[in-house]
């Protein structure tokens, strides 16, 4: 196979830097990401190159270079998945322990709304994957004009307006409003990684809305990234199963406390203040002249 010029002497370096020790990776892996990302598309074989001198210099380089290198690869479409993919365990190195699946994702009951909710980013990442490997059908809702729908959604989310994304995602997905807030105003992003996808909202849209209807979120360029991974990761049968979920989650809203026999004093109060109907007829009668001559 031959290879592209413009990566024949960075692999020779690359063979350099392992041979000799030489501590050029940081600034190779730079170099190497920022030819890649000049131009818009590459073949097959330049894509090839690429993933293997990256990821052969990802792991020997400093945090400082990974983290530029995630912020250039980012922007550009169609970056490897392979190379974000290691960047983001590289970012993350609690995620190599794999916690437990909760018993309501094992078997789809509605209780997995909460768990997820209460679930932390990685958590969420293994019950989307269970989800994906069930057997049972999905339950589908018909929605009509679904790209207008995500055109709206999308337009909510670059005026800054959760209120109405909550809104328009209670209709389109036939959730409860308590759910859909939850899905909108969710710190970490995940809830809203599922309703985007059940919807099919493209990549570059979702990107959008990340950037701009969270603020805790879109300002976390990190936390961006790795949902957009995420996002072509999943299926879109695990967010569906999700969906389907909840709309079975009955939301009870909450009441305020009041004592069991919070009434019986105002009951009290109304009986002295109002003479019963029967009582006060009777003194009529008596204090009629009437009856008191008939007497």
Known sequence: MSQSPAYSPLDTLVDLACRDGVEVRPTLLRV???????????????????????????????????????????T?????????????????????????????????????????????????????????SLNEAVPRRAAAAVSEVIRRLETAALQRNPGEFARMLERVLGISRSIADRVTRDDSGEPLLVAAKALGMPAAVFQR??????????????????????????????AERMVAIWRQTTVTPP??????????????????????????ASRREQNNPRFKNSG
Do not use: C
């Not at 004592?259 to 105002?266: F, L, N, Q, T």
């Open 209 to 238: 809305v990340l950037m701009f209807l969270n603020p805790t979120v879109g300002q976390s360029v990190e936390r961006v990234f790795e949902l957009a991974q995420l996002f072509n990761d999943i299926h879109p049968a695990a």
């Open 32 to 74: 190497l990401t920022d030819l890649y990302v000049q131009k818009p598309k590459h073949s097959a074989e330049e894509e090839a190159q690429y993933v293997e001198l990256s990821l052969r210099l990802i792991d020997g380089v400093d945090a400082a270079t990974r983290s530029a290198v995630a912020n250039r690869l980012a």
């Open 76 to 132: 550009y479409p169609n970056a490897p998945v392979a190379v974000l993919r290691r960047l983001i365990e590289l970012a993350t190195p609690g995620a190599k322990a794999v916690p437990d699946i909760p018993a309501a994702a094992k078997s789809g009951s509605p209780d997995l709304t909460e768990e997820f909710f209460a679930a932390n980013a990685q958590e969420r990442r293994l019950i989307l994957s269970h989800l994906e």
């Open 255 to 280: 009441r305020s406390h009041a004592p069991v026999y919070w009434d019986d004093e105002r009951r009290g109060a109304r009986a002295a203040a109002t003479p019963a109907p029967r009582a006060a």
